[in-house]
């Protein structure tokens, strides 16, 4: 075969991973027909990670009934059956589903625009309506390299008030090796899951009470008030104020700023005094009036505001996903105020900022320049202007980045910083958004060297994100065993007897007075269950303490990585612990 064809077929290539995963969800569907032939097809793409189909099935998928389906599945790619292509007019193609008994198939039928092209493809007995592309043979994909991996509940068409179906997940890889390899990374992935570390470590919960409102436990809340503590080290270092700003502001304002427009359905709103009120999904445009609140000189600019501000937005419960999908979180926004001439300068300033945070906690990202979407305001040219600025700030910086077409936010195109973990998964949580739109809105304005009024443009930026999804991601990326500056127990003291127990007391109150996280292990419990218990905590440091330790004044240390490092004084210790803390050491 010559490397062309090679190429044409690697799946290295996200076209063809693409292409390949489609094709899988089609031999998914196949098989359940030929099984059941009174399920009812909808939709079935490939995803990032996969495929899946969505069926309106009389029964549940149980895992008894995923796994004939699965087999049915590889009999499929045996028989390695060709994909045809072929076109009907709409009134042709709208009988042929309705002979088939598919509804759902119909009703997408329907809904594409007049002059659409209406395309199916063939394999054997089975046909689905489809755009494509496809591989061309069911046998391109190896049989037992397919993994049917979950079934979950999907409304038809995303609308809760539709028929709710089955989506039956699958993954899919050219060799078994890879497919194990995935399936393996999947279950640390679920050892790393961080609702199950979260009530583990005693982080925090989620309550049926409150679906999407997280509670935060006492170590939970010393973790997140650590973390925003760094936060503002880093923002006072780089020239940032702090702000605080209402929840609750009135129609008006979201009217100005576009949002009543663009993002009510994600807002929760009220009535106060006869009047509309809502509770802000984004803290933007109490910016704005606080940037309003008192005149401004080019002398200012740039001029950089943070706010670690509470915000609450309107997700669906089935989107709802431990820390990662919530309806009310903290979003360390900030929005930096400046002149046209200062903006790149300003872009490059925030992604050093970006860098410097981002390497604290040991994570690579990617970058994604998200262009014009088509429900925006601003007209196209300001658009572009501001997608080149973009483009030149970072790409002077030697950073590499990816288009992604038409996501940008309403009121101007942005750079999103895609995290990588240590499982090699990717979470958007930076990004920053070049806005020339509300300031206009909001008539911002300074006073030039000139002597003239200007508007300033902004940008609107997070490093962290939502704080509550931020910890879920560095959570899993840790498997719960934090940095010892994050952590919120640090050092736990493990009196072997009653008589070490006054020691233990005594140096844990002494690394409380310096300002160290600690806590006493009193229980009447063998030395071995206390260590197996802190190690399960995720404990950094465990001080072991006897007789000989009460008596010499040391402690025996043990770390939750590097295990026993042996007996020390108590001041080598602490420099140790120092050291670790202040740099913020990743182990």
Same mark, same amino acid.
């Given at each position: 075969?010559?490397?062309?064809?090679?190429? #044409?077929?690697?799946?290295?290539d996200?076209?063809?991973?693409? &292409?390949?995963?489609?094709?899988?969800?089609?031999?998914?569907?196949q098989?359940? @027909?030929?099984?059941?032939?009174?399920?009812?097809?909808?939709?079935?793409?490939? *995803?990032?990670?996969?495929?899946?189909y969505?069926?309106?099935?009389?029964?549940?998928?149980?895992?008894?009934?995923?796994?004939? *389906?699965?087999?049915?599945?590889?009999?499929?790619? #045996?028989?390695?059956?060709?994909?045809?292509?072929?076109?009907?007019?709409?009134?042709?193609a709208?009988?042929?589903?309705?002979?088939?008994?598919?509804p759902?198939?119909?009703?997408?039928?329907?809904?594409?625009?007049?002059?659409?092209?209406?395309?199916?493809?063939?394999?054997?007995?089975?046909?689905?309506?489809?755009?494509?592309?496809?591989?061309?043979?069911?046998?391109?994909?190896?049989?037992?390299?397919?993994k049917?991996?979950?079934?979950?509940?999907?409304?038809?068409?995303?609308?809760?008030?539709?028929?709710?179906?089955?989506?039956?997940?699958? *993954?899919?890889? /050219?060799?078994?090796?890879? +497919?194990?390899?995935? !399936?393996?990374?999947?279950?640390?992935?679920?050892?790393?899951?961080?609702?199950?570390?979260? @009530?583990?470590?005693?982080?925090?919960?989620?309550?049926?009470?409150?679906?999407?409102?997280?509670?935060?436990?006492?170590?939970?809340?010393? +973790?997140?008030?650590?973390?925003?503590?760094?936060?503002?080290?880093?923002? @006072?270092?780089?020239?940032?104020?702090?702000i605080?700003?209402?929840?609750?502001?009135?129609?008006?304002?979201?009217?100005?700023?576009?949002?009543?427009?663009?993002?009510k359905?994600?807002?929760? &709103?009220?009535?106060?005094?006869?009047?509309?009120?809502?509770?802000?999904?984004?803290?933007?445009?109490?910016?704005?009036?606080?940037?309003?609140?008192?005149?401004?000189?080019?002398?200012?600019? /740039?001029?950089?505001?943070?706010?670690?501000? !509470?915000?609450?937005? %309107?997700?669906?419960?089935?989107?709802l %996903?431990g820390?990662?999908?919530?309806?009310?979180?903290?979003?360390?926004?900030?929005h930096?105020?400046?002149?046209?001439?200062?903006?790149?300068?300003?872009?490059?300033?925030?992604?050093?900022?970006?860098?410097?945070?981002?390497?604290?906690?040991?994570?690579?990202?990617?970058?994604?320049?998200?262009?014009?979407?088509?429900?925006?305001?601003?007209?196209?040219?300001?658009?572009?202007?501001?997608?080149?600025?973009?483009?030149?700030? *970072?790409?002077?910086?030697?950073?590499?980045?990816?288009?992604?077409?038409?996501?940008?936010?309403?009121?101007?195109?942005?750079?999103?910083?895609?995290?990588?973990?240590?499982?090699?998964?990717?979470?958007?949580?930076?990004?920053?958004?070049?806005?020339?739109?509300? /300031?206009?809105?909001?008539?911002?304005?300074?006073?030039?060297?000139?002597?003239?009024? %200007?508007?300033?443009?902004?940008? %609107?930026?997070?490093?962290?994100?939502?704080?509550?999804?931020?910890?879920?991601?560095?959570?899993?990326?840790?498997?719960?065993?934090l940095?010892?500056?994050?952590?919120?127990?640090?050092?736990?003291?493990?009196?072997?007897?009653?008589?070490?127990?006054?020691?233990?007391?005594?140096?844990?109150?002494k690394?409380?007075?310096?300002?160290?996280?600690?806590?006493?292990?009193?229980?009447?419990?063998?030395?071995?269950?206390?260590?197996?218990?802190?190690?399960?905590?995720?404990v950094?440091y465990?001080?072991?303490?006897?007789?000989?330790?009460?008596?010499?004044?040391?402690?025996?240390?043990?770390?939750?990585?590097?295990?026993?490092?042996? &007996?020390?004084?108590?001041?080598?210790?602490?420099?140790?612990?120092?050291?670790?803390?202040?740099? #913020?050491?990743?182990k």
């Amino acid at each position: 075969m010559s490397n062309e064809m090679n190429d #044409k077929y690697s799946f290295e290539d996200p076209e063809y991973r693409k &292409t390949y995963w489609h094709t899988c969800s089609h031999v998914l569907a196949q098989a359940v @027909k030929r099984l059941w032939p009174e399920v009812k097809l909808a939709i079935g793409p490939s *995803i990032d990670e996969g495929f899946y189909y969505d069926m309106d099935s009389p029964f549940p998928f149980t895992p008894e009934i995923m796994e004939k *389906i699965e087999e049915e599945m590889r009999k499929i790619c #045996k028989e390695k059956l060709k994909l045809e292509r072929f076109e009907l007019p709409r009134e042709e193609a709208i009988k042929f589903m309705e002979e088939k008994g598919e509804p759902y198939k119909v009703e997408l039928i329907n809904d594409l625009p007049e002059d659409a092209t209406i395309s199916f493809y063939k394999q054997g007995e089975f046909t689905d309506l489809c755009a494509g592309p496809h591989l061309d043979s069911t046998g391109r994909i190896k049989g037992n390299a397919i993994k049917l991996t979950a079934c979950n509940a999907a409304y038809w068409r995303g609308d809760s008030s539709r028929q709710t179906l089955q989506r039956i997940y699958g *993954i899919a890889f /050219p060799k078994k090796e890879e +497919l194990d390899a995935y !399936l393996e990374r999947i279950e640390e992935a679920k050892r790393r899951d961080h609702r199950k570390l979260g @009530k583990e470590l005693g982080l925090f919960m989620l309550r049926d009470e409150g679906p999407g409102f997280p509670f935060f436990l006492p170590k939970g809340m010393v +973790l997140k008030n650590t973390l925003l503590d760094y936060w503002r080290q880093v923002h @006072k270092r780089y020239g940032y104020v702090e702000i605080s700003t209402p929840v609750i502001l009135n129609r008006q304002l979201w009217e100005r700023s576009g949002h009543w427009d663009h993002y009510k359905q994600n807002m929760y &709103t009220t009535v106060i005094d006869g009047e509309d009120y809502a509770i802000k999904p984004m803290n933007c445009p109490g910016g704005m009036l606080v940037y309003a609140s008192e005149p401004h000189s080019y002398r200012d600019l /740039p001029l950089r505001v943070g706010e670690i501000g !509470l915000v609450h937005r %309107h997700e669906l419960s089935g989107a709802l %996903h431990g820390l990662f999908r919530v309806r009310c979180f903290n979003q360390d926004d900030a929005h930096v105020f400046m002149t046209r001439e200062q903006m790149k300068d300003v872009i490059q300033e925030t992604a050093r900022l970006f860098d410097e945070v981002y390497s604290t906690f040991g994570l690579q990202y990617t970058i994604e320049l998200s262009t014009m979407p088509e429900d925006h305001i601003g007209t196209v040219e300001e658009w572009e202007r501001n997608q080149e600025i973009l483009k030149d700030a *970072i790409t002077d910086m030697g950073k590499e980045f990816t288009i992604n077409e038409g996501d940008g936010a309403f009121y101007g195109p942005k750079l999103d910083f895609h995290l990588a973990d240590s499982l090699g998964r990717t979470w958007q949580c930076g990004t920053i958004q070049l806005d020339s739109q509300l /300031p206009e809105r909001f008539e911002l304005e300074y006073v030039g060297e000139d002597g003239q009024k %200007h508007r300033p443009i902004m940008i %609107h930026r997070v490093v962290l994100g939502s704080i509550e999804r931020f910890i879920g991601v560095i959570t899993e990326h840790c498997a719960g065993a934090l940095p010892t500056w994050l952590a919120p127990v640090q050092v736990k003291l493990l009196p072997i007897t009653d008589r070490a127990a006054a020691y233990a007391d005594e140096v844990a109150a002494k690394l409380d007075a310096s300002g160290y996280r600690v806590e006493v292990d009193h229980r009447n419990e063998k030395i071995g269950k206390k260590i197996r218990e802190a190690q399960l905590e995720k404990v950094p440091y465990m001080l072991v303490i006897g007789d000989q330790e009460a008596e010499a004044g040391t402690v025996s240390v043990r770390h939750r990585a590097d295990g026993d490092l042996g &007996t020390m004084s108590y001041d080598d210790f602490v420099a140790a612990l120092k050291e670790a803390v202040d740099s #913020k050491a990743l182990k």
